[in-house]
């Protein structure tokens, strides 16, 4: 059966730390991995991943996936309170998603 | 980025009616649409993937009957959620899939169903 997991599934921080989200996936037919930013309604895209080892970056954010040992991780590096959500990673075909890591990001 | 548009944002209504939930793609064609429903505080749960001109295809233990998917075109597809029970009540969420190139979802603002 198909599974995706994240880890931790809530994390709090203070303003400026970094933090590291892991997104791991067991899928047939894997075709990409996905990550989305929810905060209070719709999930927002972020990231899509298809090759091992290069890195997206966006600002702050970064992202990188691991084929062989079927990982993704998502840091966030000087963490504003801004950042505080629900952080999902979904794995294409099937668009499966994490159950997400909650973080907040304290003042 | 592309804009899905997903109607109503919110609706209440008594037990036993039906309720329709629209999704719309406004500027790009949708071959592939996702329905999910979210519990408060978990995550996204796929409901069913429906495909333009064909049947949508239910996840395990989604009923067919309660929940009626049509996707008529290549920018519309519609939930129905068929005499609803407080237990339907959730949040809704669908999204399309650009095609032509990376399939990235691009979802709606979620359609919060109230049932009483």
């Known amino acids: 059966e198909d599974k995706v997991v994240q880890s931790p599934l809530s994390l709090v921080v203070h303003e400026g730390d970094t933090v590291t989200l892991n997104c791991s996936y067991e899928?047939?037919?894997?075709?990409?991995l996905l990550w989305y930013k929810q905060e209070k309604k719709a999930p927002t895209f972020l990231f899509m991943l298809t090759s091992s080892g290069i890195e997206k970056k966006s600002g702050r954010l970064s992202s990188i996936l691991d084929k062989k040992e079927l990982f993704s991780i998502l840091n966030i590096t000087a963490t504003q309170t801004g950042d505080s959500a629900i952080y999902l990673c979904?794995?294409?075909?099937?668009?499966?998603f994490g159950a997400g890591t909650r973080l907040t990001v304290k003042p | 980025g592309a804009v899905v548009s997903q109607h109503p944002s919110w609706v209440i209504c008594k037990s036993g009616t039906s309720v329709k939930i629209e999704c719309r793609s406004l500027?790009?064609?949708?071959?592939?649409m996702f329905w999910y429903r979210q519990f408060p505080k978990q995550s996204l749960m796929l409901m069913a993937t429906s495909n333009e001109g064909s049947k949508a295809t239910y996840e395990q233990g989604v009923e067919k009957d309660k929940f009626l998917i049509n996707h008529a075109s290549l920018t519309l597809s519609t939930l129905t959620v068929t005499s609803a029970h407080p237990e339907d009540s959730s949040f809704y969420i669908c999204?399309?899939?650009?095609?032509?190139?990376?399939?990235?979802?691009?979802f709606g603002a979620g359609t919060r169903l109230s049932v009483l």
């Open positions: 999204s399309a899939v650009t095609s032509g190139g990376a399939n990235i979802q691009y």
């Open positions: 500027d790009f064609q949708a071959t592939t």
């Open positions: 979904a794995v294409e075909r099937d668009m499966r």
């Open positions: 899928v047939t037919n894997f075709r990409s």
